[in-house]
């Protein structure tokens, strides 16, 4: 089974950015959809974008658009998530997570999900 690991979460100043990483322990990954999805307390994850395994087909939610960039280093098993222009209701736990279906936005059909890495913006 896939393992993934979030990290480059932290504390953050309104209008920075940080960037996230998402390391897989297999190759396998590269057959796989990847996303990164969102998660505040007592609510739902939410997606906000995904790259497909050619690591150029990406989907993204609305509200994070010319914000947030994902992209991938099929190399190195890598997911990256690029934030900029950080708001404070950015502030929550940061998943990463494969699924073998395409793009997909539903968190039910993402199978492999990481630990979380937390980030947090000051205003």
């Known amino acids: 089974q896939v393992q993934l690991v979030e990290s480059g979460g932290g504390l953050v100043q309104a209008g920075g950015s940080l960037r996230l990483s998402c390391k897989a322990s297999e190759a396998t990954v590269n057959r796989y959809t990847m996303a990164w999805f969102r998660q505040t307390q007592g609510q739902n994850r939410v997606f906000l974008a995904a790259i497909g395994p050619n690591g150029v087909d990406t989907s993204s939610t609305e509200s994070v658009k010319g914000r947030f960039f994902i992209s991938r280093y099929r190399v190195q098993n890598t997911m990256y998530l690029q934030m900029n222009n950080l708001k404070p209701e950015d502030t929550a736990v940061y998943f990463c997570?494969?699924?073998?279906?395409?793009?997909?936005?539903?968190?039910?059909?993402?199978?492999?999900w990481g630990q979380g890495t937390q980030v947090t913006v000051a205003s």
């Open positions: 997570a494969a699924s073998r279906l395409y793009l997909r936005y539903d968190p039910t059909q993402y199978d492999i």
